[in-house]
């Protein structure tokens, strides 16, 4: 697997939930950050070739599709089709880790909105389909 790519994926992925209510909210921002710096970083092995852990990647393309604006669905998709098409590196606990921390900054800001909820919703349905 591509760690780089996963991760980058993985904060398209977050950025979908969060701006889902129609904008990221500083909150669910400083909430993926902690998430990032305090569980993914300590727990990823692999590094890029400057020496920066993979797991930055997903605060990188958590911001950049902050900056782009991107539109919510299209980023959901992103992630979708990258699981979609390396559904045999995703195992139950990686898939489990991917919804927890989707949870997480869905809940980060004024608790879970209606339209975060209906995207987890199609995150649990879209995993519990992947066979590892």
Same mark, same amino acid.
Not at 17 to 26: C, D, F, I, N, R
Not at 40 to 49: R, S
Not at 93 to 100: E, N, P, S
Not at 118 to 131: G, Y
């Given at each position: 697997? *591509?760690?780089? *790519?996963?991760?980058?994926?993985?904060?398209?992925?977050?950025?979908?939930?969060?701006?889902?209510?129609?904008?990221?909210?500083?909150?669910?921002?400083?909430?993926?950050?902690?998430?990032?710096?305090?569980?993914?970083?300590?727990? *990823?092995?692999?590094?890029?070739?400057?020496?920066?852990?993979?797991?930055?990647?997903? *605060?990188?393309?958590?911001?950049?599709?902050?900056?782009?604006?991107?539109?919510?669905?299209?980023?959901?998709?992103?992630?979708?089709?990258?699981?979609?098409?390396?559904?045999?590196?995703?195992?139950?606990?990686?898939?489990?880790?991917?919804?927890?921390?989707?949870?997480?900054?869905?809940?980060?800001?004024?608790?879970?909105?209606?339209?975060?909820?209906?995207?987890?919703?199609?995150?649990?349905?879209?995993?519990?389909?992947?066979?590892?």
């Amino acid at each position: 697997m *591509e760690y780089k *790519e996963f991760y980058s994926e993985l904060g398209k992925l977050l950025y979908a939930v969060a701006h889902s209510s129609g904008q990221v909210e500083e909150e669910e921002a400083k909430r993926l950050h902690a998430l990032v710096k305090n569980y993914l970083v300590p727990q *990823e092995k692999h590094n890029d070739e400057f020496g920066t852990d993979a797991a930055w990647y997903t *605060e990188i393309g958590f911001d950049f599709s902050t900056f782009n604006d991107l539109d919510a669905k299209a980023a959901f998709d992103s992630f979708i089709d990258y699981v979609n098409e390396h559904h045999t590196a995703l195992d139950k606990q990686m898939r489990a880790v991917v919804l927890m921390l989707a949870e997480e900054v869905a809940n980060s800001a004024n608790g879970l909105s209606v339209a975060e909820g209906k995207i987890l919703k199609e995150l649990k349905d879209k995993l519990s389909r992947v066979d590892a």
